[in-house]
């Protein structure tokens, strides 16, 4: 290359034997392939060589490059010129290197952009002489990032770059919109200094995994005041630093807050009503309630019963039955508060006015004092003071007659006023409280009025001299479930004993009644003379079809007797007949069980079929237990039969022996659950020694007048 910088690249050789032009040659390729020009700027004599690709790179042609500073400077876009300038000096002055990026214009008008790097070469005697170099058209490149700038500065995406020491590189308009400042004071700044709130926070640990992992991270974070938004970010890792792309989510998110607050509410409403249902029990689920509503709605909560009759109870019928607290040690305070206030209150209390009006009564301010004014001064306006209400809210209960309680809510000074949805959830909370509540009551009476009629037909069992009867019912959990089982035990004129145990199909008070005709008609059969089991199912039966009851029932008539050899022999007979009933069992005092099925059962009374019924008989040992019981001692939702049979065999072996009272309790105990889904009549008899007294533990014998004493 000439001085003058009109110089062309050298032909290659077609031979080249030393391996330094090999290598030479080899450079000038790569660089011909990259399209790479070169430039010598000779600071002494201030000539400026290129080689034909920069000299067209610049729009000159060998003939009109002048091979100075000033042809350079001349092509130079005018914007670039002072900082092109000063990075040359500042290389020359340090003789260091340089690399930069300029537009070039063209002689068209056209515009072309230049990457360049360059070292400064100094003499022997230390002065700064040669600046060596190379450039390459970026044109195409400088191109497409300005397209894709151009696609971030029009994204509807916050877009914004960090360089490694956390300052901010690059924004778009987005950006600029979603902080809500200009870029000119945004550019340049520590992102920690201009966004203060952000440091500690979920911004500046999201931020920090991703320049530390080198992988992306997406995340939501809320930035305080002034900014009060919600952003959701992704933070993508660059070799220069941090990409930021973010947008404003706060319309989203309360959309968002609102569905979870409606759904928390909805669910709490769920569990309520979950738990309240679990027990038809009033006071059990009430003491529910007052838990369950805090601290979601309020921070206090007193749940007051309006008693049936509201003459009854203590004033107006109002009840205190539950209190909670959020605080621990205020919990005693609100109890005794809410147990002494009732008496004390005038009649322009919020809860007496909530009682007479029905409606909701809200004091969104300084309820304490609004609370002193309608209570006598004493104990319970310290009580005020120390609860210290900021607002209160008495809700009434709805019944299907009028409120059947009231829920009254309060916040402290912490929490302040009831929020819209606050009073809205605790309207939902009393609504369904009261319903639960009205129907616990309804089944409270339904239950108490079958169970009693129930209980009125089955009289206490007769005491024979030597033998010890013991009956037991258990109603179902269910007022709708209570009905049709009966169990019956008297002596025949011959001083038989008779046991009788009956299941009439249903389960209501219609069942109950059915179950009173079947058992007045079967024991004034039994009772009136001397017929064996299968006689007295018979004429039941007859009898049944004769009223056309329509009863359909299942049930087991056994007969105690005894002859002379027996008598003499310490043992006893049980004839029985079974009509569909479970089969009664026989418990020797050993441990041994004997199942009575006497061969398949015989038809259900109230089955119109023609034919006799039959009976079977065991003999019984001393000390023996023979048991009758309904099938809901042995069958229920989860167990059929079969199985129930079978553990009812095992537990009677492994509680024989015991008094029999408790053999029964532990009977009904081991096999029942908790909340038996059906009514369950058991009748057991045990034969003692009649060689002896009657034990003491069999309590005295009790017989009709007419019929003999043993």
Excluded at 19 to 25: G, I
Aim: with cysteine.
């Amino acid at each position: 290359m000439s001085a003058e910088g009109t110089s062309s690249a050298e032909p290659l050789p077609d031979v080249v034997d030393d391996p330094a032009d090999a290598r030479r040659a080899l450079l000038d390729l790569a660089i011909t392939a990259a399209g790479v020009g070169t430039f010598d700027w000779d600071l002494t004599t201030g000539g400026l060589s290129w080689d034909d690709r920069l000299i067209e790179m610049f729009g000159y042609t060998p003939a009109d490059f002048e091979g100075t500073i000033e042809a350079f400077r001349r092509r130079l876009h005018p914007a670039d010129l002072p900082r092109i300038t000063g990075l040359l000096q500042q290389a020359i002055d340090t003789r260091g290197d340089f690399a930069t990026e300029y537009r070039v214009r063209l002689p068209d008008g056209g515009l072309r952009w230049v990457a360049a790097r360059g070292r400064a070469l100094g003499s022997e005697q230390g002065a700064t002489v040669r600046l060596l170099g190379a450039a390459w058209d970026i044109t195409e490149r400088r191109a497409g990032q300005e397209r894709v700038a151009q696609l971030i500065e029009g994204m509807a995406v916050g877009f914004a770059t960090l360089d490694r020491d956390w300052v901010i590189t690059h924004v778009n308009a987005e950006a600029e919109r979603i902080i809500g400042a200009p870029r000119e004071d945004l550019l340049g700044r520590d992102i920690w200094e201009r966004f203060p709130e952000a440091v500690d926070s979920e911004f500046e640990v999201n931020f920090r995994r991703a320049a530390g992992t080198g992988r992306p991270v997406v995340f939501d974070a809320y930035y305080p005041a002034p900014l009060d938004i919600w952003v959701e970010v992704r933070a993508t890792p660059t070799p220069d630093g941090l990409a930021l792309y973010f947008l404003d989510v706060s319309a989203r998110r309360a959309v968002q807050q609102q569905a979870e607050r409606a759904a928390a509410r909805e669910g709490l409403l769920n569990r309520i009503t979950e738990e309240l249902v679990g027990t038809l029990d009033a006071e059990e689920a009430i003491g529910r309630l007052a838990r369950m509503v805090l601290p979601a709605v309020a921070d206090l909560a007193i749940v007051t019963l309006i008693d049936d009759d509201r003459a009854a109870g203590t004033r107006r019928g109002l009840r205190t039955t539950a209190t909670w607290h959020v605080d621990p040690a205020l919990r005693p305070v609100v109890e005794a508060y809410a147990q002494a206030r009732l008496a004390a209150l005038t009649d322009d209390a919020l809860i007496l006015r909530a009682v007479r009006g029905g409606q909701v009564q809200l004091v969104a301010r300084d309820a304490a004092a609004e609370v002193r004014r309608v209570l006598p001064p004493g104990p319970l306006h310290d009580m005020v003071t120390t609860l210290a209400p900021e607002a209160i809210v008495v809700l009434p209960l709805p019944g299907r007659t009028g409120p059947v309680g009231m829920l009254t809510l309060a916040n402290g000074a912490d929490r302040g006023p009831f929020t819209p949805e606050d009073l809205l959830t605790a309207r939902h909370v009393a609504t369904r409280a009261g319903l639960v509540l009205d129907n616990a009551r309804l089944y409270r009476q339904q239950r108490d009025l079958a169970e009693g009629f129930q209980r009125s037909l089955l009289t206490p069992p007769p005491q024979p001299e030597h033998g010890q009867v013991v009956v037991r019912y258990v109603p179902a959990a269910q007022a709708a479930e209570v009905g049709g089982d009966w169990y019956d035990a008297f002596l025949q004129p011959s001083g038989a004993t008779v046991l009788v145990i009956g299941d009439v199909v249903g389960h209501d008070v219609q069942a109950a009644a059915a179950m009173g005709q079947a058992r007045t008609i079967v024991r004034t059969l039994a009772a009136r003379g001397h017929a064996g089991p299968a006689a007295v199912l018979t004429e039941a039966e007859q009898v049944l079809q004769t009223l056309q009851s329509g009863i359909l029932a299942t049930a087991v008539v056994a007969r105690l007797e005894q002859t002379d050899a027996e008598r003499a022999s310490g043992l006893a007979r049980l004839r029985w007949s079974n009509a569909g009933h479970p089969p009664p069992m026989v418990v020797s005092p050993d441990g041994r069980v004997t199942v009575l099925d006497g061969g398949r059962p015989d038809r259900l009374l109230g089955v119109r079929r023609a034919g006799p019924r039959r009976e079977a008989e065991v003999s019984l040992p001393p000390d023996g237990v023979v048991l009758l019981y309904t099938d809901g001692l042995v069958e229920n939702r989860v167990e059929d039969i079969d199985h129930g049979l079978h553990r009812l065999q095992t537990v009677l072996g492994e509680v024989a022996g015991r008094d029999l009272d408790d053999l029964c309790d532990e009977v009904l105990a081991r096999m029942l659950p908790t909340n038996p889904g059906d009514d369950v009549a058991l009748i057991a008899i045990q034969l003692h020694p009649q060689d002896r007294p009657r034990p003491p533990g069999a309590g005295p014998g009790r017989v009709p007048p007419d019929v003999p004493a043993d």
